[in-house]
């Protein structure tokens, strides 16, 4: 079993920057691919980002590309979503996901751990 725990959203205005945490209740965090998901209201919950145990290959939605850098630090037992040049349609909750596997995971359907979330709002 894996608890995850999502921080660092926010209010923010358009161009604006923001920096998702996500803890990982496990030691064995590297046995993991990790994965950014977003749900707005009305909205099907939506990959983002996603990394590899090593953290050396990573995943983004077109949305995102450019924008948006996924990243973790197995030491800490963390993920990371770094966002900048934040929109507007960028407003959602977002989730963190994991799944012991050792490939990129783009699927929702398949991770099976996710963390609560947290909101993002991204002002005009």
């Known amino acids: 079993q894996v608890h995850l725990v999502e921080s660092g959203g926010g209010l923010v205005q358009a161009g604006g920057s923001l920096r998702l945490s996500c803890a990982a209740s496990?030691?064995?965090?590297?046995?993991?691919?990790m994965g950014w998901f977003r749900q707005a209201p009305g909205r099907e919950r939506e990959f983002v980002a996603a990394?590899?145990?090593?953290?050396?290959?990573?995943d983004y939605a077109d949305s995102v590309k450019g924008r948006f850098t996924i990243s973790r630090d197995n030491a800490k037992n963390t993920l990371y979503l770094q966002m900048n040049s934040l929109k507007p349609e960028d407003t959602a909750v977002y989730y963190c996901a994991a799944r012991r596997n050792m490939d990129i995971l783009t699927m929702r359907t398949l991770y099976d751990y996710w963390g609560q979330g947290t909101q993002v709002t991204v002002s005009s």
């Open positions: 496990t030691r064995t965090f590297s046995s993991y691919v």
């Open positions: 990394v590899i145990w090593t953290g050396g290959s990573t």
